[in-house]
Every structure is written in C-alpha cells, then in structure tokens.
C-alpha cells in the first residue's frame, strides 16, 4: 500500500531534522521525504497539517499479561493498545507464565504478536531458570530465538554471586542486562516510600536504600565483568546521581524512568488511593525534581510505561493488601508531553526518550524516520484537549491514578510497517 502523509510537522529526534513535509511510504518503508518520487500514486492521503510526525513509541518495558494471565489482558488487547498511544515497538520482561527462559515461549510470545499485527513485540530473556535466581537461564539459546536483552524481571537476584557469573555469562554473548534495583528484604518491609506520607497513613514505607543499594552493588558488578547493563524505573535523586557517576567514569550503563514517576510523588496517594500503589513507590518531590533532571542531562536516556494491566479486584481492599502497577500504555505520550507543556523538557529530547534512545538501548535499527526505514509512525495532535478517562482505554488494564487530567498530544494515526493500525475516531 502507498501512504502520503502530507503537510506535517516531520520530526526525527534521531538526527534533529524537524521541517514541514510531506512523507511518502510505500511496501513498509519510508521511501522519501520532501519532494514526490515520478510516478508515485497514493492510495491513501493523511492530511497532518498541524499534526506532528514522528517515529512510532518503543517502550522497553510492557506487559502483555500472555501467556499465563489471559484473564487480564492479552497480547491482542494490549497491543491495540499500544497502538492507540503511538507505540510501534514493545519489549516484554521475562515475568510472563512460564517464563521467557527457554525458546519455545519466545516463539509462542511471536506467534502471537505477528497475528495482532499492530506492534513489534520484542521479548526479554530470562536472567536464571524461572527466574529463581539459582541457575543461570540458556543465554545463548534466548539470544539465538530473538531475546533483545537478559533480566530477572521484578525478582532480584540475592545472592551476588548468582548475578556476577551471570553477568559475565551475558556479557561474552554480548547481550544486554536489564535490571529493576530494589534490596529484596528493604522492599519486603513496605508499599510506600517511607517518609512523612508513609507515617501519617501508617503505612509500611520502603526506604531509598533498598534502590540504592541495589544499584551500588550492581554498578561494583558492571565494572568487573564489563557486561553492558540498563536500569529500569529509577525512582530515587541517589540513584540518579550514582548512574550519572557511572556514566562519567565510562561504564556501559544507561537508564530509564517510568512516565507516571516523573510527574506524582508521594503526596499523590491521597487517601489510601491505591491507584497509586508501584513499585517502586512514590518517592518525594526532591526525587521526582532531580528524575526530571536526569531526563533533561540524559543521564535518563529512556522514558517507558512500564505498563502494568491489572483487574477491577485487585485494586480493591486495604492499601497494602492491592497489587502494584499501573495501566500506562495509553498515558505514556501525553504525560511525556506534558513535561513540555511544563517547560521541564524540549521537545525534541522528549521525543527520543521514546524514540530512537530506547532503539539504541535495545541495538535494534528502530526508532527514525528517514528515507529507507521502516514505516513506523506516529501522528500526534498537539492541540487536541482531552480528559483522560481510564474506562475508555483501549487496554484491558483500566488501572490509573491520571482519571480526569487534561492532556493535549493525542494520538491521531499510528502506522505500523507502513499499516494503518490506529485512527483516532
């Protein structure tokens, strides 16, 4: 099918370039901007006047809820989703049901995802078998079925020298270790950050230290095995601060933030609102300010969902008692955007924290659009006002604490390899 795309505002954070044209794609790839190739017919015209053009979302940490809660949501559900907020490309943990640890999942997980046909679903190989953190997982099969990285997804590793062999394990296939820092017996103690809030709730509080002591002895790891290493969901200023120190002494670190830690703290809990219940927690609003600064200096490379789909019932009950996470998927661009409304971040370093920086995180040739790559497009609307309302997500997860913020930048198209996958109504 050719598509032109025309009168929009092109950006590419890849390599700066931001001008009116027009796009034109044909067989899945971007075969020209600006002037018309001879004898190019389209089949269909998107007029984007006033509409920014950018290459489609990845988002380096989703999940699908398949295989093994399908009662929650499922790949075909969670990537129209992802669909409707722009998201072209998305990466699963290894925490699914059984465990991304062996290639058959892997081949299950793209099966799947080739029939929804909406979104590249990457998958993340497990660190150690089931994720039990006693054996180390078949790396090297993982990487040979597709895996993009190694993680132990939302299960530490205790014993440090599980983590070093793995490590170095990972580091001679060349592969990426994608870690979620959190001190298990620190975290154990609470499910808010402990603090002011955390007393007047009385409510069990997880200290800063459990993040920081995980990234300090990760970092000590990193640095003896040479394994190149990403840090998920930073939730704390020390954190911040220790990958920025890494970074400038030359270890291969990068890391991301989550949208919604970038914009609530912990006075955003409310009256025991477990909307707000993630881990990592809340933290406060120096935590938060210098998340937003680690975001501006690129010491934060990557902003991400971390989308969490959750049913009705599991937000129902005590505070402690509701499981963590967050429907985020659908709040990812506009939150991200909101940041510039703000003035905390421009533009064009908000559109590669989720473009072309997690497709560098990733080593996956994603993430521009420039003549020759493939078409994946987002279309965004700066100007259209809107009233976020978690029951008219597309995702099955309708688990937000953003219901009745006023957003702009919605979503208007979203093309996957050269498909038109999503058209806002």
């Not at 220790?242 to 002494?249: E, G, P, S, W």
């Not at 997690?358 to 659009?369: E, F, K, R, V, Y």
Request: glycine residues 8%; contains cysteine.
């Amino acid at each position: 099918m050719k598509i032109r795309i025309k009168n929009g505002r092109v950006i590419d954070p890849a390599s700066q370039f931001d001008a009116r044209q027009d796009v034109y794609i044909s067989d899945g790839k971007v075969i020209a901007i600006g002037e018309q190739l001879d004898g190019f017919e389209a089949d269909k015209t998107i007029d984007a006047t006033g509409l920014i053009v950018c290459p489609g979302l990845i988002d380096l940490s989703v999940r699908l809820r398949e295989p093994g809660q399908e009662h929650t949501a499922t790949i075909l559900t969670e990537t129209k989703a992802a669909a409707a907020g722009g998201i072209t490309t998305v990466c699963v943990p290894p925490d699914t049901a059984p465990v991304i640890d062996n290639p058959t999942v892997v081949e299950l997980i793209e099966d799947r995802a080739k029939k929804s046909g909406r979104s590249m679903v990457l998958t993340m190989g497990a660190m150690t078998q089931n994720l039990n953190s006693e054996l180390l997982a078949e790396m090297a099969r993982l990487k040979a079925a597709g895996c993009v990285g190694i993680s132990n997804g939302l299960s530490p590793i205790k014993n440090s020298v599980i983590l070093q062999r793995a490590m170095a394990y990972a580091a001679t296939l060349d592969m990426t270790v994608f870690i979620t820092p959190a001190d298990p017996w620190l975290q154990s103690q609470g499910c808010v950050h402990d603090g002011a809030v955390s007393s007047r709730l009385g409510l069990g509080g997880i200290a800063e230290s459990a993040e920081t002591i995980a990234v300090s002895r990760d970092l000590i790891l990193i640095e003896q095995t040479g394994v190149r290493a990403h840090f998920h969901n930073l939730s704390t200023a020390k954190a911040v601060k220790l990958i920025r120190d890494a970074q400038n002494r030359g270890l291969p670190v990068t890391a991301d933030v989550s949208a919604h830690h970038l914009h609530l703290s912990e006075h955003d809990l409310g009256n025991y609102d477990a909307l707000s219940h993630v881990l990592p927690p809340f933290r406060s609003i120096r935590d938060r300010e210098q998340l937003q600064q680690g975001v501006r200096d690129g010491v934060i490379s990557a902003i991400s969902s971390h989308h969490q789909p959750l049913d009705k019932d599991d937000k129902l009950g005590p505070f402690a008692e509701t499981k963590p996470g967050i429907s985020g998927l659908e709040t990812l661009l506009p939150l991200t955007m909101k940041l510039v409304e703000d003035d905390e971040v421009n533009l064009h370093t908000a559109l590669a924290a989720l473009t072309c920086n997690p497709a560098d995180i990733l080593g996956i040739d994603s993430g521009q659009l420039k003549v020759g790559a493939t078409a994946d497009i987002c279309l965004i609307d700066p100007d259209s006002e809107y009233e976020c309302q978690p029951l008219n997500f597309v995702s099955a997860g309708k688990n937000s604490p953003f219901e009745g913020w006023l957003f702009n930048h919605q979503v208007s198209h979203t093309l996957f390899h050269g498909r038109l996958v999503h058209e806002r109504d």
